[in-house]
Nanobody, 114 residues
């Protein structure tokens, strides 16, 4: 199983980025998917989650600014991030849980300058 995350970068406050996470070696459509983020010295936190049926939920601080979506044909989950704030600066990870196993992408760095 491999999760390949991409799309991070440097953006000014108020800008947008779209993260992508392409999965291989796993049946993409039957699982739920999440985007997490982690700042240095802090715990990894859930930012957005999408079920196999397409139901979504978000961390309060990103609600209305971030949108999680997935394309089962492309085995890819996305995180559209708008109105970015400096406090959104983090390494972002995609994740899926299958049975007892956690699968993580390698992380992509998002830096938002003020």
């Amino acid at each position: 199983v491999q999760l390949q995350a991409s799309g991070g970068g440097l953006v000014q406050a108020g800008g947008s980025l779209r993260l992508s996470c392409r999965a291989s070696g796993i049946i993409f459509s039957i699982g739920s998917w999440g985007w997490y983020r982690q700042a240095p010295g802090k715990q990894r936190e859930l930012v957005a989650h999408i079920t196999s049926g397409g139901n979504t939920n978000y961390k309060d601080s990103v609600e209305g600014r971030f949108t999680i979506s997935k394309d089962n044909r492309k085995n890819t989950v996305y995180l559209q991030m708008n109105s970015l704030k400096p406090e959104d600066t983090n390494v972002y990870y995609c994740h899926t849980l299958r049975g007892l196993y956690d699968y993580w992408g390698q992380g992509t760095l998002v830096t938002v300058s003020s």
